[in-house]
């Protein structure tokens, strides 16, 4: 990750901020953030690097590094920033479509965060629903497990009935002869 580093970022941004004011950026771009606060970056991470497969048609290894990068040199500072300087530096990869398009979807996680947690709310929310569903096929299972242990007792009940009528019959049962 040398080609990113931070005097390169920096002279990238400074050029860039000339265009700043003629970009027509969605307006959760303009929120703040200061990514020391965010905890878990590592799911922040590779959020961000599905997302870029997901847009390009390549794997980017050089566009994931740089992302990241920039979330570390922005940790570092621990200076709240606003969207327009990710949105500028990843123009150029992502052309304007995808770069809106990311650049909102991480904006939205990156400024809702848990408060207690520093965990994006959509990554908890995630997980609070992935553990729900964990939990429904748990009980389901545990339902079909009783429901065919149930259906296993009834058949047991009904062979040990067929065997004692049988035996009733076989010994001429009835205990009517006289």
């Keep these: 990750m040398p080609a990113f580093s931070r005097a390169e970022g920096g002279t ?47 794997e980017d290894e050089v566009l994931n590094g ?20 990710f949105y500028e530096l990843l123009l150029p990869f992502l052309e304007k479509e995808n770069t809106e398009t ?12 848990d408060e207690e947690t ?11 629903a992935q553990k729900r569903k964990r939990e429904e096929k748990a009980n389901q299972f545990r339902k079909n497990r009783e429901d065919m242990e149930h259906r296993r007792g009834e058949r047991r009940e009904r062979d040990r009935d067929r065997k004692r009528q049988r035996g009733y019959n076989n010994h001429g049962g009835g ?3 006289g």
């Design 12 to 58: 990238a941004s400074s050029s860039l901020n000339g265009k700043k004011k003629s970009l027509n950026l969605p307006i959760i771009l303009k929120k703040k953030v200061n990514f020391a606060k965010i905890k878990n970056k590592e799911e922040l991470n590779q959020w961000t690097e599905q997302k870029v497969t997901d847009m390009l048609p390549f």
């Design 66 to 85: 740089l992302i990241v990068n920039m979330f570390e040199e922005c940790s570092e500072t621990g200076e709240a920033v606003d969207g327009a300087k």
């Design 102 to 113: 990311f650049m909102t979807e991480l904006w939205s996680l990156v400024t809702e965060l």
């Design 118 to 128: 520093g965990i994006p709310k959509k990554f908890i929310e995630a997980r609070e």
């Design 175 to 177: 205990g009517g002869g």
